[in-house]
């Protein structure tokens, strides 16, 4: 089965004022992150709202990122909905429409409770999609589950074939380090958690999916180049630039709300976030803008 070998990002679902989408921009999205150096995009996860947009948005969507990017980026459509028929939909969709790859999360609702109930639910999403590489999305902070990925990625030997790996946005670097060891490296372990960037390259990851790849991928690109150099000093710089950055996030109520925001300062308004998240006001922008001119963001950011 194919595997990402390299870094997306988690784009943010463009809206226009009305609260309707705003497919025109996707393609001028993708230019700018194509130009930033990432291998693809991993679309409507929680970074961008997928949990607040109807099943057939989502399909427009993902439509308008696969146009998009074409043969240039990967693109990996989130199926994770409340339903399995909505999940199963949209990754048959995403097989339609060429697609490089699905990835699902279970839903936070009558969510498994143990392993083979989980194993069950990804073998039903990924055998609606036979054709792509199927990631599962593990994210217990936002959907608060916890079983083990370990004994998932035990169970799917030989019963799910295009299991292709994990999206893991976790700090459990014990379990992640076990996951990446299971049958010689057989799943790929994509690391979720920009904060902890360079934990995992100490681990030998070399894949991931990041919300702040939106705004100075070159951070993550750096610390990457400066790992290979063994230039560790570098690399704890640039970490604690991103934590910078991510100090801003969270002053503005994280990379949903602050994150989106900052899109427009780079020439991208990707417009309004969906109730019942709170949009910032003019005043928190303006606020907003001059932490960052403080920490020199504009300095390193994608352009």
Known sequence: MNKVNGFLAAPFTPF???????LDLIPDYAAFLQRSQLDGVFVCG????????????????????????GS??????????????????LAEHAEQIGAWGIASMHPDFFAP?????LKELCKSIAAAAPSLPFYYYHIPPLNGINLSVLDLLRSVQGE????????????????????????NGKYEMMWGL????????????????????NHCYALYRQMLESYE??????????????HLFCEVLGKFRGNLMGGKRIMKFLGLDCGPNRQPLQNLNEKEERELKADLERIDF???CNR
């Open 16 to 22: 226009q004022e009305s609260g309707e989408l705003n």
């Open 46 to 69: 929680s970074t961008g709202e997928g949990a607040l947009l109807d099943r057939e948005e989502r399909m427009q969507v993902a439509e308008s990122w696969v146009k998009a990017c």
């Open 72 to 89: 240039d980026m990967k693109v990996i459509v989130h199926t994770g909905a409340i339903t399995l028929r909505d999940q199963l939909k």
């Open 113 to 117: 409770q143990r392993t083979v109930e």
């Open 160 to 183: 799910i074939p295009n299991f292709a790996g994990v999206k893991y946005t976790y700090s459990n670097m014990y379990e992640f380090e076990q996951c990446r060891h299971l049958e």
């Open 194 to 213: 920009d904060e902890m960037f360079l934990d995992s390259l100490v681990y030998g990851n070399r894949s991931g999916v990041g919300g702040t790849y």
């Open 229 to 242: 150099r063994k230039d560790m000093e570098r690399c704890r710089e640039l970490q604690h630039q991103s």
């Open 298 to 300: 504009f300095e390193y």
